[in-house]
Every structure is written in C-alpha cells, then in structure tokens.
C-alpha cells in the first residue's frame, strides 16, 4: 500500500499496517518533514504524491490500497480524484479535516473518509464525563450512542450538504434528536445503576436497614 | 464546566455533556466562527479565554472542569497554565496538538490530555486493516495493542522529553518495541483463527474431505 503524508495521522494507521506484514511506500513532499521522520529511522521518498507518475512509480497500479493521510484540504481532495482518475480500481481512505471535507472527499468513488478529530474529541468527552463521576458503563455508551446517531446523521445530511441554508436546518434538527436521544439514554442507564445499586447491598447492612425500619 | 474553544473538537465532548445534564459555558474568541456557532443554533459567549477575570465571570472558581479546545498550541498552552494559577483546584482536560504539546501540557499540574488525531488515526487504521481483509477481532485487538503501547512509552518517555537526542533515540526503540510485540500478537490471532476455521467444515465438506483421502 501506500501512503500519501506522514505526519502525526499517517504514521500511526501506517504502523498498524507495517506489524500485520503489509508491505508500506510513504510519500512526503516536505523536506522538512522527510528530515525529521529520517531521523527517527523511517525511510520515506521524497516527492509530490499529487503526481501520477510518482504515484505510478510508487506501484499505484497493483497497490492495495492509497492512504491519504494529507494535513491540506485542498490537496487531499485533489490527490483523491487524481488517484481515482488514473488508478479507477484503488481503494481510497483519507483523513477529512471536518464534516464539510469528509462530503466533498465522498464525491470521488471508492473513497472512505475519517474525520481527524473526531474520535479523539468523542474519547475526551467520555473521558471527561468518568472525571465528573459518571459511571465507565455510562460514560462508554454516551459515546456509542453519540457515534451511531453521528454516522446516521452523516450519511442522512449528505444529500443536502451542498446548500447552505437546509444542510444547517438539517443539522440543527438533527443534533436536538442526537440529544434527546442520548438523554433518554443516559437516563435509562441510570435508573438501572439505581435499581442494581439497591441489592448490591451487603447482608450486614441489609439488616442494618431492616432495623432501622423496625 | 467551562469550555474554551468550540470548533470542530469542544462541539462534540460539550454535546456529551449536555446530553448528561452538566451545564456548559461556551467561550471562543473569533467571532466569525461565534457567528457560524450561532446560526447552528448554539449561545456562545465571546471573548478570550485566556484573560481571566472573563473565566472568573463564567463560573471558574466553582466549575467542575475546564475543557480546552482551542485549536492553537500557544494559546492552549498559555490558558492552561493561567488557569490553574488562578484557579488551582480547578480540573482540567486540553487538546493536545501531538505528542510534544502533550508534554508540555502536562507541565501543569491537574492537566489531563488528549492528542487530537491520535485516535481518528488509529480507527483509520483499523478500517484500513478491515478492507485489506483482516478479521474484526485482530484488526481491534491490534489498534489495542497499539494504544497500550503507546500509553505506555507516552509515560515512560516523559523524562527525556525535552532532550532532543535521548527522546529520539528512546522513540525508535519504543517504536521497535511495540512493531515487535504487535506482530507477536497478530501472529498469535492468525495462528488462533486458522485452528478455530478447521472445526468450522460444514459436515457435508468433512465427508468431502475424507472421501479425498481415501
């Protein structure tokens, strides 16, 4: 496979694919960047992977697949449909800067998108919540809940992402059913914790509790 | 709890929030982007963060938490540490940009972090290893592995930080370390899956099977 930019996104999906024995070409167009990465013992080809021929050269035609792991928008999007264009049958994944990216990435066919900062916001939230004394199970589910309803309403909204005015009715609507939906979530797992919390009590107390109502 | 910084990051882990009934104060200081914020429908207030009479007024002294999500390293880290000079009791979690922000975040006492791209990037490579036809349960266990081992050379590694050399030299042997032991782990998967497939012949394949052999 290959992969387009090695910063901090594409060194780490790249990583995961080296130790299950995948054979990786990195492309990187700043030097800078091939200096650093060099250094800390990667070997990484210099050049512009929005150049066919170098992506040809690369073995983009017998390649499994082109990860697109780019920190530029427009060249993510550029080097996307270019790849398609002279490669129909790669498979694409790329790395979206935001919701906005990920549609307009999606437009080129066999293109699969991950949104940069989404899991990593979502974990922090959920983090956040076991700090604010939430419950593992419940914070772990605010989070599932919260993706689910996030992936419906991405696939949902993607036919009017384009227009303006409806694409934010559409997403305000949707962000009130996601809440409201998690709320009654989250408060369904609460009584739960509420009703386990009753016989979780020890025997001692129990009796402790029928004595006191004696 | 207080969130500074409400981009494409502070949006989701505030919705987690909200949806669990915690009371949430909004600050960003670019009011283009308060202007966009608002026509999705959320209140925010403008104003930076970072002067702290204005995380006075917005309930410092009594908030459970700060969350930082701005999308700038020095402001990030600048808030950060003002904040809990002027508020030390106060918790916080910041958006760390990659690992050396995260770093220096932690200087901070009360700090928890989270790099921004880091766990998109390991979904990404999930999927990736999905599409490449990896089984759902090795391409997990190995984005697992992968976030033990770096949790934990992220800690181990803390020391030497700030140390050019040392912390190169300590990242490539960290990083051999974790190829090493997530091949292991992944060898293991394989050798588990191709026992676990022997068994699963239909009954009708086995009688095929054996008939071959006679």
């Known amino acids: 496979m290959i992969v387009a930019g090695f910063g901090r996104f594409g060194q780490i999906a790249t990583r995961l694919m080296l130790a299950n024995n995948f054979t990786v070409v990195l492309l990187d167009n700043s030097i800078e960047q091939i200096e650093i990465i060099r250094r800390f013992g990667w070997r990484v080809h210099y050049g512009d992977a ?75 939230g959920r983090k956040a919540l076991l700090k604010l004394g939430l419950s593992e199970r419940r914070a772990s589910r605010a989070a599932a809940v919260f993706r689910e309803q996030d992936d419906r309403f991405f696939k949902e909204l993607a036919p009017v992402a384009g227009e303006e005015e409806a694409y934010i009715m559409a997403t305000r609507d949707a962000r009130e059913t996601t809440e409201r939906l998690l709320r009654t979530e989250m408060q369904r797992i609460a009584e739960e914790e509420d009703m386990e919390d009753a016989p979780q009590l020890e025997p001692a107390h129990r009796l402790e509790a029928e004595k006191e109502r004696v």
């Open 50 to 124: 929005s150049r066919i021929d170098l992506l040809r050269t690369a073995g983009a035609e017998k390649a499994k697949l082109l990860l697109v792991a780019i920190d530029d928008r427009e060249k993510a999007s550029e080097l996307v449909e270019a790849a398609h264009q002279a490669f129909p049958k790669l498979k694409i994944f790329a790395r979206a800067y935001d919701r906005r990216h990920a549609y307009e990435l999606l437009k080129t066919p066999n293109v699969t998108v991950e949104r940069e900062t989404f899991e990593s916001a979502l974990n922090m």
